[in-house]
T-cell receptor
Framework: AQRVTQPEKLLSVFKGAPVELKCNYSYSGSPELFWYVQYSRQRLQLLLRHISRESIKGFTADLNKGETSFHLKKPFAQEEDSAMYYCALRDNYGQNFVFGPGTRLSVLP | DVKVTQSSRYLVKRTGEKVFLECVQDMDHENMFWYRQDPGLGLRLIYFSYDVKMKEKGDIPEGYSVSREKKERFSLILESASTNQTSMYLC???????????????FGQGTRLTVV
């Protein structure tokens, strides 16, 4: 069965510190993986996707098929990064999305 | 810009009422989704539609039904609302294609439903 886990419910870091939000998945085929972000009172929006290998707002994520992980990283956290972050997997066969439980990132001044 | 619009931002309904949540997308997407968002549980899929009049149950379909009569519109129906259906409901749409660039889901602003 497809599953996405995010072990941390809450992650607090100081401004300027590195941050890593963990994501692990279980999927039998080749997954498409995404990170979504939800800022306070805003809609859920895409942050980045593994297929494009891009850096958005200083965040990067590398798909590690051996460890079935897709951790989100940023070298220097900013206060405006405080938000809820969800890791998601797209099932290429059924085309629905499976989301993790989310990690709330709090960047302290 | 993709627009996914949910008809209401906030709703308060009484136990036993029939509730309709409406969602419209303007990107000609084949797929549409209804999720329920609860703290600590993330997003859980209620129903999924991959074409007009087609639907598939998600992880938590009990107490819900859906309707997709037109490609751009996907409705979630609570047949008889109960207090445990108090939640944030998110609609999303996405392409039905694979191996293209923009395969992500696009979300509406959410409907906060309170059942009293």
């Amino acid at each position: 069965a497809q599953r996405v886990t995010q072990p941390e419910k809450l992650l607090s870091v100081f401004k300027g510190a590195p941050v890593e939000l963990k994501c692990n998945y279980s999927y039998s085929g080749s997954p498409e993986l995404f990170w979504y972000v939800q800022y306070s009172r805003q809609r859920l929006q895409l942050l980045l996707r593994h297929i494009s290998r891009e850096s958005i707002k200083g965040f990067t994520a590398d798909l590690n098929k051996g460890e079935t992980s897709f951790h989100l990283k940023k070298p220097f956290a900013q206060e405006e990064d405080s938000a809820m972050y969800y890791c998601a997997l797209r099932d290429n066969y059924g085309q629905n999305f499976v989301f993790g439980p989310g990690t709330r990132l709090s960047v302290l001044p | 810009d993709v627009k996914v619009t949910q008809s209401s931002r906030y709703l308060v309904k009484r136990t036993g009422e029939k509730v309709f949540l409406e969602c419209v997308q303007d990107m000609d997407h084949e797929n549409m989704f209804w999720y329920r968002q609860d703290p600590g549980l993330g997003l859980r899929l209620i129903y999924f539609s991959y074409d007009v009049k087609m639907k598939e149950k998600g992880d938590i379909p009990e107490g819900y039904s859906v309707s997709r009569e037109k490609k751009e519109r996907f409705s979630l129906i609570l047949e008889s609302a109960s207090t445990n259906q108090t939640s944030m409901y998110l609609c999303a749409s996405g392409t039905g294609k694979t191996y293209v660039m923009n395969t992500e889901a696009f979300f509406g602003q959410g409907t906060r439903l309170t059942v009293v």
